[in-house]
RNA sequence: UGUCCUAUGGUGUAAUGGCAACACACCUGGUUUUGGUCCAGGCAUUCAAGGUUCGAGUCCUUGUAGGACAACCA
């Protein structure tokens, strides 16, 4: 009997695992490249997790790159939120955060090199011209004009491009391959553009800027990234990867590819991400709907929940679509371990214990997680007026299955006393004002003499010690299972009118006024709490909703 | 009418020619001072048809289905 269980390895687990035994290579080193144009969001943290996983699985490093090539699209802000993320899911990137533009110079010189052997060219005809040529996926290309011009022009055009001699999209460096291929990536692809705009990082030095394929690749070798991992939509881009490293004559880094992460009722593409942002549809990219880490970190999800996941999702090259009850299932799980149990009343009620001494306070202890006794117990005060939930009374018990309150009905209050339901006091509008009860002096917590069973267990908050608190319920941002997998219909349409419900009367314990940012709660019987934190101000905590708990209520 | 990739339960991932496994979801039942947790059980003969083999989810052939590829984006 082997005492750890071991998983299987995945398809790129096993050919790290024999690069290294065959002796290919004596260490690994991966990166992890996100382009600064956005947040990352949860496909990303399944990138990071498998790129820094695989660097500590087999003892390797792993570089954080910023894929900064389009000065239009990128910014700062980025950058920061990023490294953020990256952190606060618990990786550590090899030295420092390295970044492509610090590679100009060098892909400069790489693309003067291609020059020089003759493979690439200078094309002076305009985008819409080149595209003509390009033929379809099902029909060849044909050559440019331009295409066989001498090297000494190409050089002398090429070193022109960069002096900012010719306007934007008036000409452009390619490789020169094969129009006729059956791939159309390697129908000389564009290789560097121009275009005059300001970059991050290196400002106005440079006004031309190379293309993802004369980039990507030629930084990993740089680098030496012996196995440099990306989702599937760029196994078409391989062909070129592969050729641009030999002609080139650099490091021969692997490019392997994998299924990126799709999660349903949401969407993952940046620009749509971007979308709900700009129209303020969501709060901001941290927004706690939003499937970016730092809308699920502000909802209260843990790195360790994250990672957890990603490591059950699985990789392989199958397209997927995970069921978001997996991610649910992983914080639930992680919480229900770290989690203190507290009590809070989202929708108020008043119950009035009849025969309980008017103006006595007693304090009652209470186990902070049943899951870790080492959490301790802590107090919480109970009186004669306390708050429960609307909806565990009823005017009239739907039957034999209801275990809370209705008249006639008894229930344990958590922690507290057995009471029995003697009456209650509506309004006008047939709304439930005030319950009242009698309870037994003999059947508190812990010293239970009573003998009286009670199957239903509900949680309250004291009146006069009880905390007024904001409380916001999430729902799923959108209706549909695939909000941007219809071929007619705008991933707009599907928006859920109802993902966010604002509570501003919740009833919560004492205890709660001093909580802070980042910790998590369960409040018993309904869910996770964290404490927002845009939106708490000191002593006044605002509670986002993570998850509820599971509910296995059946009815009938 | 091209090239490439993929096909195992509702979902995802295993099984590396030898009794289809694990997780989530769902359904039963038990425990429980949270209708939570926990525990026990149920739920697929692997896209199709041929072939190789003592033996095929796995190898071969041919289909079928799904996906990717024609931005001066990454």
Redesign the pocket.
């Known amino acids: 009997m082997s005492e750890t269980t071991e998983r299987?390895?995945?398809?790129i687990e096993?050919i790290i695992d024999e690069d290294l035994k065959s002796g290919k290579h004596q260490t690994i080193v991966t990166r992890f490249?996100p382009?600064p144009?956005g947040y990352l969001h949860i496909g990303h943290a399944k990138s990071i997790c498998l790129n820094f996983g695989l660097a500590k699985q087999f003892g390797g490093k792993t570089n954080l790159r910023f894929?900064d090539?389009?000065p239009?699209?990128e910014d700062v802000s980025y950058v920061n939120s990023i490294l953020a993320d990256v952190k606060w899911l618990g990786f550590e990137w090899d030295s420092e955060p390295l970044y492509t533009s610090d590679y100009f110079e060098t892909l400069y010189g790489f693309a003067v090199k291609l020059i020089k052997k003759g493979l690439a060219y200078v094309d002076d005809?305009?985008?819409e011209v080149?595209?003509t040529q390009?033929?379809?996926?099902?029909e060849p290309g044909v050559n440019s004009p331009y295409r066989d011009r001498s090297i000494e022009e190409n050089l002398e055009l090429f070193s022109q491009m960069r002096e900012g001699k010719f306007a934007?999209?008036?000409?452009?460096l390619r490789a020169k391959i094969d129009m006729g291929h059956?791939?159309?990536?390697m129908r000389d692809p564009?290789l560097y553009?121009?275009?005059f705009a300001t970059h991050h990082r290196t400002g106005d030095a440079w006004c031309i800027?190379?293309?993802?394929?004369f980039?990507?690749g030629q930084s990993d070798s740089l680098e030496e990234i012996t196995h440099s991992l990306c989702t599937?939509?760029?196994?078409?881009?391989r062909p070129l990867y592969n050729w641009l490293i030999e002609h080139l004559e650099i490091y021969p880094s692997r490019q392997i590819e994998f299924?990126r992460l799709n999660l349903n009722y949401t969407i993952m593409s940046k620009r749509k991400l971007l979308k709900l942002v700009e129209d303020n549809v969501v709060d901001g990219w941290d927004d706690p709907r939003m499937p970016t880490i730092s809308g699920l970190r502000r909802r209260g999800y843990t790195p360790e929940s994250i990672v957890n996941f990603c490591d059950?999702?699985?990789?392989?090259?199958?397209?997927?679509?995970?069921?978001v009850?997996?991610l649910?299932?992983s914080v639930?799980?992680h919480l229900?371990k770290i989690a203190p149990?507290v009590m809070g009343v989202l929708h108020p009620v008043k119950l009035v214990i009849n025969n309980y001494p008017e103006g006595k306070t007693e304090m009652l202890p209470t186990i902070n997680?049943?899951?870790d006794e080492s959490m301790g117990s802590r107090e919480i005060p109970f009186g004669r007026e306390i708050w429960i939930e609307e909806s565990d009374f009823m005017k009239e018990s739907p039957g034999k299955?209801?275990?809370?309150l209705a008249p006639g009905t008894t229930v344990?209050l958590?922690?507290?006393y057995i009471v029995t339901c003697t009456g209650f006091e509506e309004n006008e509008k047939g709304e439930v004002t005030t319950v009242f009860c009698d309870y037994f002096e003999n059947?508190?917590?812990?010293s239970?003499v009573s003998g009286i069973k009670?199957k239903?267990?509900?949680?309250w908050v004291e009146c006069e010690n009880a905390v007024d608190g904001e409380v916001r319920l999430y729902d799923r941002l959108f209706n549909d299972e695939a909000p941007d997998g219809q071929k007619d219909k705008d991933f707009m349409e599907f928006l859920n009118p109802d993902s966010l419900q604002v509570l501003t009367h919740c009833k919560l314990e004492p205890s709660l006024a001093n909580a802070t940012v980042g910790q998590g709660f369960?409040f018993?019987?309904l869910g996770y709490f964290s404490v927002d934190s845009k939106l708490s101000t000191p002593g006044k905590p605002v509670f986002n909703r993570t998850v509820t708990?599971?509910?296995?209520?059946?009815k009938g």
């Open positions: 299987s390895m995945h398809f096993q490249p382009e144009n894929d090539t389009n239009v699209k005809q305009s985008a080149i595209a390009k033929g379809t996926p099902t934007e999209g008036s000409r452009i059956s791939n159309m990536h564009f553009r121009i275009k800027y190379p293309m993802y394929d980039a990507h599937l939509e760029f196994e078409v881009h299924a059950r999702v699985g990789i392989a090259k199958r397209n997927n679509v995970i069921d009850s997996l649910e299932f639930r799980e229900n149990r997680n049943p899951e299955k209801y275990f809370r344990r958590k922690s507290a059947s508190k917590s812990g239970d009670s239903g267990v509900i949680h369960q018993q019987r708990l599971k509910d296995g209520w059946k």
